[in-house]
């Protein structure tokens, strides 16, 4: 069970990243950090019983989740920071798991390592159009797959680490060319809005999407 309500929750943060990241910076960047504080406070409880196995570890994640969604919400420097960190920590395990490596800590280190490095560059200038274009789709398009391998029991909660996922991975080709597809089509569709490609991260994230139609 809970590795469908995790999964559907992934999916559909996906998704939004995937389709509507850098189109709708203001909302989606909350969205991810409240996701990003659901796992992290979750799995700070997490015990002998496995992830999310108690009401301790719902009542963390979601506690956690709200506190980073607000906070993400109402400051700029703190949602970048929140963003780009979980952006870059799905996009560096992602690219090891992809490339076989199944030793968990170079797996985190890696993961760890890439997020400061894309923190570090939204905070000290913005990042270019392309670039967040790119990084939300092939993110959110990575979180995407995650969670549909969870749905369909290819891989479950209490056994997703490096050595089960890499290993599912490395027997089923078609994860990639999904994975592929939804990159593509993640891209096109944010690519689409020409009003916006104009716009900084700072200016993305100041004016909702919204607005930009109904003015």
Same mark, same amino acid.
């Given at each position: 069970?809970?590795?469908? !309500?995790? %999964?559907? /929750? *992934?999916? $559909?943060?996906?998704? @939004?990243?995937?389709?509507? #990241?850098?189109? +709708?910076?203001?909302? &989606?960047?909350?969205?991810?950090?409240?996701?990003?504080?659901?796992?992290?406070?979750?799995?700070?409880?997490?015990?002998?019983?496995?992830?999310?196995?108690?009401?301790?570890?719902?009542?963390?994640?979601?506690?956690?989740?709200? !506190?980073? %969604?607000? /906070? *993400?919400? $109402?400051?700029?420097? @703190?949602?970048?920071?929140? #963003?780009?960190? +979980?952006?870059?920590? &799905?996009?560096?395990?992602?690219?090891?798991?992809?490339?076989?490596?199944?030793?968990?800590?170079?797996?985190?280190?890696?993961?760890?390592?890439?997020?400061?490095?894309?923190?570090?560059?939204?905070?000290?200038?913005?990042?270019?159009?392309?670039?967040?274009?790119?990084?939300?789709?092939?993110?959110?398009?990575?979180?995407?797959?995650?969670?549909?391998?969870?749905? &369909?029991?290819?891989?479950?909660?209490?056994?997703?680490?490096?050595?089960?996922?890499?290993?599912?991975?490395?027997?089923?080709?078609?994860?990639?060319?999904?994975?592929?597809?939804?990159?593509?089509?993640?891209?096109?569709?944010?690519?689409?809005?020409?009003?916006?490609?104009?716009?900084?991260?700072?200016?993305?994230?100041?004016?909702?999407?919204?607005?930009?139609?109904?003015?």
């Amino acid at each position: 069970m809970n590795d469908i !309500v995790v %999964g559907i /929750i *992934a999916v $559909l943060t996906g998704a @939004v990243f995937c389709f509507r #990241g850098y189109l +709708a910076m203001r909302i &989606v960047i909350p969205l991810w950090g409240a996701f990003a504080g659901f796992m992290l406070g979750a799995g700070i409880v997490t015990g002998d019983d496995g992830f999310l196995a108690t009401a301790l570890g719902w009542i963390v994640g979601l506690t956690v989740a709200v !506190v980073f %969604g607000l /906070i *993400a919400y $109402l400051y700029y420097e @703190v949602a970048v920071l929140l #963003g780009m960190t +979980a952006i870059g920590f &799905v996009l560096g395990t992602s690219v090891m798991a992809a490339l076989g490596v199944t030793w968990s800590w170079v797996i985190v280190l890696s993961g760890i390592a890439l997020a400061a490095a894309l923190a570090f560059v939204a905070l000290v200038g913005d990042v270019p159009m392309l670039l967040l274009t790119i990084l939300t789709a092939v993110a959110g398009a990575s979180t995407i797959v995650a969670g549909t391998m969870l749905l &369909v029991g290819t891989v479950d909660l209490d056994d997703f680490d490096s050595a089960s996922t890499t290993e599912a991975l490395t027997d089923a080709w078609w994860w990639y060319a999904i994975h592929l597809a939804l990159v593509v089509a993640g891209m096109i569709i944010q690519l689409s809005d020409v009003d916006r490609r104009r716009e900084s991260l700072r200016q993305a994230w100041a004016t909702p999407a919204l607005a930009k139609h109904t003015d």
